[in-house]
C-alpha cells in the first residue's frame, strides 16, 4: 500500500498568514493526489485534485502543487473559516490512501 | 446534488448490517460510488469502491471477504452489505461521489470523491 505522510501533525496560525502543509507519498503517484478539509462533525469537503486543480466553488486562497512523492497545499491567506483539519488522499492505485491529517487552528 | 446515507446502528460483533446511500440531482449512472469510514477521533480510511455499470469493484483488504458494494442505478442507489463485523469496523460511513477527469498526456484518469454524504454512524458493540 502507498503510506501518505502529512507534516506537520497540527498547526496555529494568525488570520492572514501563509499556510502550508505539506503531504509525501511512500512511492511515486504522479499528480493522482487530491486535498480535503473537513470540520469537526461534518463530511470532508473536497478542495484540489490531480494535484493542482481547483474544486469549483472553493475559495482562490486555496492551491495545490508537487508531483511524485512530494506535494503541497497552500492557503495564501488564512481565514477565521480556514479552520479544520485537512487530509490529502491518492488515487494513483487501490487501496487508495489517505495521510493522517493536519489540524489547523487559528490563533 | 447530493447523497445521503442511511441504515447504520448498534450491531454485536459478528452481526450484519447494510447501508444505503441515496443519490439526487445527478445522474447517477454515469458516476463512480465509494465508501469511506472513519472511526472515532481518527483519520479517513477508504473502504471501497464500484464503476458507474456496476462491473468493477475494489475493496480495501480490511474489508475484504466481509463487505460487499453493490449499486441499484435504477434506484440511484449504493448500498455496502456488511458481514461478520467487529468491534473495529466502528465508524462513521461516508458515502462519496467519485468523479473522474482525463490527462490527454497520459490518457490517464484522474479520480476524486466531491460529493460526500453526512455518514451513517455504526457501532459495533455487544
Known amino acids: 500500500d502507498i503510506q501518505m505522510t502529512q507534516s506537520p501533525s497540527s498547526l496555529s496560525a494568525s488570520v492572514g498568514d501563509k499556510v502550508t502543509i505539506t503531504c509525501r507519498a511512500s512511492?511515486?503517484?504522479?499528480?493522482?493526489l487530491n486535498w480535503f478539509q473537513q470540520k469537526p462533525g461534518k463530511a470532508p469537503k473536497l478542495l484540489i485534485y490531480?494535484?493542482?486543480r481547483f474544486q469549483s466553488g472553493v475559495p482562490s486562497r486555496f492551491s495545490g502543487s508537487g508531483s511524485g512523492t512530494d506535494f503541497s497545499l497552500t492557503i495564501s491567506s488564512l481565514q477565521p473559516e480556514d479552520f479544520g483539519t485537512y487530509f490529502c488522499?491518492?488515487?494513483?492505485?487501490?487501496?487508495?490512501?489517505f495521510g493522517q491529517g493536519t489540524k489547523v487552528e487559528i490563533k | 446534488v447530493q447523497v445521503v446515507e442511511s441504515g447504520g446502528g448498534l450491531v454485536q460483533p459478528g452481526g450484519s448490517l447494510r447501508l444505503s446511500c441515496s443519490a439526487s440531482?445527478?445522474?447517477?449512472?454515469?458516476?463512480?460510488m465509494s465508501w469511506v469510514r472513519q472511526a472515532p477521533g481518527k483519520g479517513l480510511e477508504w473502504v471501497s469502491y464500484?464503476?458507474?455499470?456496476?462491473?468493477?469493484?475494489y475493496d480495501a483488504d480490511s474489508v475484504k471477504g466481509r463487505f460487499t458494494i453493490s449499486r441499484d442505478n435504477a434506484k440511484n442507489s449504493l448500498y455496502l452489505q456488511m458481514n461478520s463485523l467487529r468491534a473495529d469496523d466502528t465508524a462513521v460511513y461516508y458515502c462519496?461521489?467519485?468523479?473522474?477527469?482525463?490527462?490527454?498526456?497520459?490518457?490517464?484518469?484522474?479520480?476524486?470523491?466531491?460529493?460526500w454524504g453526512i455518514g451513517t454512524m455504526v457501532t459495533v458493540s455487544s
Open positions: 490531480a494535484a493542482s
Open positions: 464500484i464503476s458507474s455499470s456496476g462491473t468493477t469493484i
Open positions: 512511492q511515486s503517484i504522479s499528480r493522482f
Open positions: 440531482k445527478f445522474t447517477f449512472s454515469d458516476y463512480y
Open positions: 462519496a461521489r467519485v468523479s473522474r477527469a482525463i490527462n490527454l498526456e497520459t490518457a490517464h484518469y484522474y479520480n476524486y470523491m466531491d460529493v
Open positions: 488522499q491518492q488515487s494513483y492505485t487501490t487501496p487508495w490512501t
